[in-house]
Nanobody
Framework: DVQLQASGGGLVQAGGSLRLSCAAS????????IGWFRQAPGKEREGVSS????????LYADSVKGRFTISTNNAKNTVYLEMNSLEPEDTAIYYC?????????????????????WGQGTLVTVSS
């Protein structure tokens, strides 16, 4: 079974940085995406960023473009989310998730309902 373990959350002041890690395991030979999502209190879960294993194509939500960077170390089966210029609005529980693809040409999406496996969350709190 696919397992995902997110880590790296914490408390940071506005303008600061954090790096989240997602350790992934249990994949077969199929291509897949790894993504980061977040859910703030009282809000719906939203997609933040994703990366495809095969071609490392990345996707970002408009709200984080230019501030967050997703990357992967395929040898370690780990995906990172580097978060810079953090704002109080970035406060949320961050989840990593995976999406098994039918082919490497499958569409790209940050819609949570399209994702198959979810890890536990890691809390990011940005103080003003």
């Amino acid at each position: 079974d696919v397992q995902l373990q997110a880590s790296g959350g914490g408390l940071v002041q506005a303008g600061g940085s954090l790096r989240l890690s997602c350790a992934a395991s249990g994949f077969t030979d199929s291509d897949y995406d790894i993504g980061w999502f977040r859910q703030a209190p009282g809000k719906e879960r939203e997609g933040v960023s994703s990366i495809r294993r095969s071609d490392r194509h990345t996707l970002y939500a408009d709200s984080v473009k230019g501030r967050f960077t997703i990357s992967t170390n395929n040898a370690k089966n780990t995906v990172y989310l580097e978060m810079n210029s953090l704002e109080p609005e970035d406060t949320a529980i961050y989840y990593c998730a995976s999406r098994i693809l039918y082919s490497s040409n499958d569409y790209y999406t940050l819609r949570p309902m399209r994702w198959d496996y979810w890890g536990q969350g890691t809390l990011v709190t940005v103080s003003s």
